[in-house]
């Protein structure tokens, strides 16, 4: 049970606010039939909890790292500083805001979260005002209880859409749908223009209908960043097929696409770019106060945007809602100077990430039922990179410093909703609609793992002899096209061609190792429709994207180790590393299929040592 003067007692008002003005303080207490865990995503979302109460639209700009807001209520115009939130998971959440114009100077809110046996919880909301003038007081006065009547009623509304799940929009192809009233549409036809033209791309009817209705009906924060992982979930639609249909809308004139860099820690876009070719090879967030790399794996999001020409966009804000936008952020909380802070974290089994604000390094907290260790303890002398605790630790934090300390507990699992740059460059797709997007020339970006394969015709200088060069022309280009098609039946992308060679990548070592199953079939010596034969190799490792020619490149050892392996290949082969062996599902494919491999020494000059290779003979 919470009363104010025990809240007043924990959050002391600073004396530089009372001396201002006498504060208004407002505590309310909502008893809810639903459990914290099912409340806690829509109070996090405080634009919509906002929206909800009536609360106008607010505007932000971000300055030098702070967050400036402004707006018009009742009348009044009002700008301010957005204060940095602190939340705790499941706990509660507090933010504040210093005012240039308004009812007052400042104003300070929190939400604290209480449950109440297995299926109920409790909310207090507080509200502390620094009152401009007696005018203001007074305005206060009258404007507090209402909100109040605001905020029970939607938290009702809210509950009710919860216990009685509230069913999410159908969209049905071939109904008609109104467009959404306070959109501004400028050639909304064009929607219907396209249809036919995705449709004869190879693009499902159903999927076009379904996306298309639902951009005719959603808001404009839902458009103002398109992730195809969401709209393919929300509409429950293939996600390859709704990247297809976002990669061929663009070159329609229907979608934008995007190169958004984002924070590593905050994951907030730092800068937007409408070409790879712009990517920096540093930026910063100021609110973070970190520098970073951007050519990680993690560094850059791919995001589509409805175009201009069509309607514009304008993301409605109705508060700054920081613990929705970082809701893989569990825990801010900032302390004063020398001072200790300790909390009981009601959170469960992972792995997190212990941090200071401004810091890139941090401590791994494993948290798993199976440990002893209750404390997480963030002392002076405390020398632990990695701490192992059980669930619902405690935190202890002592700052020993002389200035303020933001302490962040976030996941170290990375947002799996975004497209990164190493994914769309697996679409051939995207590869042959934007060849135009190149890397800068001096930078290697990090996409992570690939599986590389490449192929080569065996014996090409004695077959350009016997079938002559226009015939060697014409069956080398069948040759070329045969693979792309297989390639691209296993969801792989041609990279690029060099001579008579193709260099391919794939997203796992099954489709890749099936892959180059299909092409020995096709180029085997009893098929007579091609004299062509070849050999495969391949072998999976973390690449880098380079600008090669203008183009998407892969470089690096896994690409040249690859490569390497063709030493060891004949026709009819094909080779793989130990890496692609050791592949539990390369491991069951050979075993279900009874596939018999030869397995050879394969040295390593450069690195003086001797690896070992698997060869299948198809």
Known sequence: MIDLESLLQKYPWEDRWKTLATPMDSLWEFDLPVTREEIWPHLIDTSDLNHRIGMPRF????????????????????????????????KEIGNARIYKKGFGHYVRSRIILETLGESRSKVYIYFGWIPRNFFMRKLLQFAMPKLEISFRKALSEIAEEIKHKKPRLTLVPGKEFSFVPEAQWIHPEKLDKETQNLIDKGISKEAVGS????????????????????????????????????????RL?????????????????????????????????????????????????????????????EKQFYCAAEPATKQHILLTKTIPARKSYSASLLVGSGVFRLR???????????????????????????????????????????????????II??????????????????????RDLFSEEAIATNLQLDIGIKTILFTDIVGSTKFYETEGDHGAFLQVREHFIKTNQIIQN????????????????????????KAAKEMQEWFHPENQHTPVRIRISIHTGNCLAVNLNS?????????????????????????????IFRDRDVREYLRSESIKLHKTEFPLPWADRTDFVYVWKV
């Open 253 to 313: 004139g229907i979608f934008t696409l995007s190169w958004d860099i984002v924070c590593p820690h905050c994951r907030g876009v730092r800068t937007s770019l409408t070409r790879l070719s712009d990517l920096p090879s540093k930026d910063e967030c100021e609110v973070c106060e970190i520098d970073f790399d951007t050519t990680g794996v993690n560094s850059i999001e791919v995001t589509f945007h409805l175009h201009p020409s069509i309607r514009i966009i």
């Open 211 to 250: 996306v298309f209705q639902w951009i005719k009906t959603a808001s404009d924060n839902e458009l103002d960043r398109i992730r195809i992982k969401e709209v393919s979930r929300k509409l429950n639609l293939d996600p390859d097929e709704v990247l297809f249909l976002f990669l061929q809308g663009c």
């Open 59 to 90: 505007d932000y700009q971000e300055q030098n790292g702070k967050l400036m807001g402004k707006t018009r209520q009742v009348g009044f115009q009002l700008e301010w500083e957005e204060v940095p939130w602190e939340w705790e998971y499941l």
């Open 551 to 579: 183009n998407i490149d892969y470089f690096g050892n896994t690409v040249n180790y690859t490569a390497k392996i063709q030493s060891v290949t004949n026709s009819g082969e094909v080779s793989f590393s130990e890496t």
């Open 490 to 513: 296993f969801r792989g992308v041609v990279v690029k061609t060099i001579g008579d060679a193709v260099m391919a990548s794939f997203s796992s070592p099954l489709q890749a190792l």
């Open 409 to 430: 507990l976030e996941e170290r699992s990375e947002d799996q909703t975004s497209l990164r740059p190493s994914e769309i460059f697996n679409y051939q797709e995207f």
């Open 356 to 406: 200071k604000k401004g810091d890139k390094k941090y401590r791994l907290v494993d948290i798993k039922p199976t440990y002893q260790q209750t404390d997480i303890l963030w002392l002076p002398e405390t020398k632990e990179e990695e701490i192992k605790v059980s669930p619902k630790p405690n935190l202890v934090f002592e700052n020993e410093s002389d200035s303020d300390v933001t």
